[in-house]
């Protein structure tokens, strides 16, 4: 199997998008798929670049740079999230939106992939200035985005109130209630019930799943998880009701380890007191870069991308990596845990609920009627358990690693619709 990289060396800031670029090769090689195709799929539709005014509490006006890069659409509408943070850029849009239209196929939603975001910090902004921002943000997006074209969702730095405003701008703009333009809502104004959970809570079953996979007792399984925003929360509070050990977690500030397995529920995320995390009263503290290397079952790093690379690949103690946030290992990092038989459960299998969940949300939506959270729960049990079988099977067959295996499954269905629709070459 070619690769770009290898562990001997010594690794360069890889972006997301170049890291979604090697894994696409990767797996194409074991295809016989067009290459004109995989040369096509590298590169993004298109990447629009946004300057949003806002106007501070204290009168000053800034301008902050938004982009919604828009990768594939063969198999529907873009669809994906709005990331707040200051390291937005239109690679890591380029990037995050490649995976989103291989997340998408994996679970056979009828969506492609899109990713947006703003350069900024949410939390240097008042919850007034994040509307404003937000709102104007909605309408620079108004012609791009839209039910049938393009549907943001929430990623870092946003939530389902962030969803509100931009649904409420858009909605104003054109003179009628749109819910279906962004999913991620808070239930009453049409979101569904268990999106706010469901990326968290599918990378909790898929580990599940791998658990069983290779003989553990979810019992003796213990977890570390970095980030404990809306996904690592949710998955480690999963974990944790069905009995595995979660005995770290972390946020930006550090981790909090207890060996005996800390009660998840008690640990405030990030949503209901932002830096509680680290502030929280537990047996022992330790930085975010210690925790990747804690001697547990399953390391799930839920906060940004990353956050594993060839320098502490090999101190990584963890049997498996079960990954909760979007590109958190580089191209080497995956060579490496290649050669030590450390099995990688990639983010567009792992974290795949939440989109799941957003495509129940704008079923609804379409439909104007609400699935109560039993149905969400269970329908996205078996949509989870599908994509996993499915990865499986190529898992097995092919005697590749599972990130290969998901974006066999993927690349399979993206490229079978591109023939299909005769687009291109
Ligand atoms: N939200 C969603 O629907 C989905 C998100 N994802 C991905 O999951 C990841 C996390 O997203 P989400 O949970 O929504 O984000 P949130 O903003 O809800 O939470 C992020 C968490 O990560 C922590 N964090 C931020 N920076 C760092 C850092 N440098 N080191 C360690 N911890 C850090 C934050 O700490 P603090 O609280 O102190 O800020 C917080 O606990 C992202 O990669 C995102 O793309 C994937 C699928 C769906
Ligand atoms: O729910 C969605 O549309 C996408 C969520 C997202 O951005 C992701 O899965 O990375």
């Not at 799929?41 to 890069?69: C, F």
């Not at 989870?384 to 990865?391: D, E, G």
Request: glycine residues 8%.
């Amino acid at each position: 199997m070619s690769q770009e990289t290898s562990p001997s060396e010594p690794e360069a800031q890889e972006t997301a998008v170049e890291t979604a670029r090697r894994q696409l090769e990767r797996a194409a090689a074991h295809l016989d798929v067009d290459p004109g195709v995989v040369e096509r799929l590298k590169h993004p539709t298109k990447v629009h670049q946004v300057s949003i005014p806002l106007k501070r509490d204290n009168g000053e006006t800034e301008i902050y740079t938004g982009y919604r890069a828009q990768h594939d659409s063969v198999r529907g509408p873009f669809k994906g999230g709005l990331r707040y943070h200051p390291e937005v850029s239109a690679d890591e849009c380029i990037g995050l939106s490649m995976w989103m239209t291989w997340k998408c196929a994996v679970m056979d939603l009828p969506f492609g992939g899109g990713k947006g975001g703003i350069v900024v910090n949410p939390k240097e902004l008042s919850s007034d200035e994040k509307e404003r921002l937000t709102r104007r943000f909605a309408q620079e997006l108004r012609d791009f985005v839209g039910p049938m074209k393009d549907i943001p969702a929430p990623d870092m730095g946003t939530d389902p109130q962030t969803m509100a405003w931009f649904m409420d701008a858009y909605s104003m703009q054109q003179g009628e209630t749109i819910p279906g333009v962004v999913t991620g809502k808070p239930p009453v104004i049409g979101g569904s019930y268990g999106r706010e959970e469901a990326p968290g809570h599918s990378v909790a079953i898929v580990a599940r799943e791998a658990i069983d996979y290779y003989d553990w007792e979810i019992e003796d399984t213990t977890v570390a998880v970095q980030g404990f925003g809306s996904v690592g929360a949710n998955a480690a509070r999963s974990l944790d009701e069905w009995g595995a050990k979660v005995v770290a977690v972390s946020d930006v500030n550090g981790a909090i380890y207890d060996p005996t397995g800390l009660d998840t529920r008690d640990v405030e995320g990030h949503d209901e007191r932002p830096g509680m995390v680290s502030g929280y009263d537990a047996p022992q503290k330790l930085g975010n870069e210690e925790l990747l290397e804690l001697d547990v079952d399953i390391l799930i790093p839920a906060a940004v991308g990353n956050v594993l690379t060839a320098e502490n690949a090999n101190d990584v103690q963890a049997r498996m990596v079960v990954e909760g946030a979007n590109g958190p290992t580089t191209t080497a990092a995956d060579v490496i845990f290649e050669g030590n038989d450390v099995p990688v459960i990639p983010d567009i299998l792992a974290n795949a609920g939440g989109v799941t969940v957003s495509y129940f949300e704008w079923l609804q939506d379409i439909n104007r009627r609400q699935w109560s959270l039993d149905r969400v729960n269970k329908e996205l049990e078996t949509q989870m358990l599908k994509a996993w079988n499915a990865v499986r099977r190529e898992y097995e067959a092919r005697d590749v690693t599972w990130r290969d295996a998901a974006y066999l499954v993927a690349l399979s269905r993206v490229a079978e619709a591109h023939d299909a629709r005769g687009l291109w070459p």
